[in-house]
């Protein structure tokens, strides 16, 4: 018999299972929403923006991102799926099979990206702590350290993982160490005349607002292999939208802030140092502990990807993944696979757009049984998102492209099955 932890990923989690509220849920998002990666994106708005503009960009970009990301958790919670598997409803079993593929290049691409800014944020504080020569200053001992930890987590399961480790402890110790970089901020830096100083102009606001908002919604092809397990849509919604937003913008911001007050070189290392010169590097440590639970998302939802495409347990398949990333991390020149990545990531946004009409609009948030072939409309729709999307990040990049593509195409979703409404999501020949 499946235990919550281990239950397959195309089969709908039965009530008696689902067993998070908003507390878990808020545990879980707030802890996704921290991280290095994330200190790091803020600090790619602030020449260009400066603190009031980057911080006026981060807040409206999560607003918006996570509301969208709230909505497709509860699709998880109403439907009992995984995230995969919950497009069926909307592509049918055939249509879901190529998201889920392209889910599972981008989540080991990215697992591996999760290690490797661990490994390198891990190697140079330890560079200043035992010295260039030490043993822990090796890439090589923190990639398999990292690697190793986020396999652990993610064999556990979701279930194991937000009840005993973030829900008991976890997200206080995070708390306080957000709370200490935000003190070290206040007393040493001159916010009033940061806030005071306009940016360079290298980056419009539209663009600021197009990197905030894509952190939330990079993780709309995950979301709901965790909210699944939620009891009940309301605190699936406000446990996920107010602990991702709380998390990203905090930490963003804070990346903005530091890199303008204390690294404004803007370089990774520069940031990295001034953030460990806060309460003996402790903070930063932990956070860097923290985004070893990014790397478990990104290898458990592979897993549960996989297990739509291969019958195996999830638990092992995330022993393999895990093994996959790590390796990856360790050998692979990831330099020109991130170009890679971030063009399969620019296609969910589009895709769920169409997911969010389906379900809220055309469904009502009824359960449907998967059409066994390819509901063409959504498909259309979804490719419509696509070429706006890329029309617009090739040809219009100051306006901004993942928030127009979405929109383009769930209106294009509806607007088919109005016109077909015969047979809502098929187009005839």
Known sequence: MNTPSTYSPDIAVPASQRVFGARDLFSLWFSLGIGLMVLQTG?????????????????????????????????????????????????????????????????????????????????????????????????????LLFGALATVLAVSGPLTFVRQVLRKWGVWILLAACLWLTWNLFAKADLAGLWAKVGDGSMTFAVGFDIAIAMPLSWLPLIADYSRFGRRAKGVFGGTALGFFIGNLWLMSLGVAYTLAFAPSGETNALLMALAGAGLGIPLLLILLDESENAFADIHSAAVSSGLLVKAKVEHIALAIG???????????????????????????????????????????????????????????????????????????????????????????????????????????
């Open 43 to 143: 600090a790619l708005l602030a020449p260009g923006l400066g603190l009031a503009g980057s911080v006026m960009a981060i807040f409206c970009g999560t607003l918006v991102g996570v509301l969208l990301l709230a909505a497709v958790g509860v699709i998880g919670s109403d439907t009992g799926l995984s995230a995969m598997a919950a497009l069926r409803l909307s592509l049918g079993r055939h249509g879901a099979a190529l998201p889920a593929l392209l889910n599972l290049l981008q989540l080991i691409g990215w697992g591996a990206f999760e290690i490797i800014v661990m490994r390198d944020a891990a190697s140079l504080l330890s560079a200043g702590a035992f010295g260039a020569d030490s043993l822990w200053t090796k890439p090589l001992v923190w990639t």
């Open 323 to 429: 093994v996959i990333c790590t390796l990856i991390a360790c050998f692979a020149p990831l330099a020109q696979y991130q170009n890679f990545l971030l063009l399969i990531g620019s296609v969910f946004a589009p895709l769920f757009g169409v997911v969010l009409v389906d379900h809220f609009v055309l469904r009502r948030r009824q359960g449907a049984e998967a059409h066994v072939g390819l509901r063409w409309a959504a498909l259309i729709a979804w490719l419509g998102g696509i070429v706006t999307y890329q029309v617009l990040a090739n040809l219009y990049p100051n306006v901004g492209a993942t928030l127009p593509s979405l929109i383009l195409a769930g209106v294009l979703h509806y607007g088919f099955n109005r016109v077909f409404s015969r047979d809502p999501g098929t187009v005839p020949a």
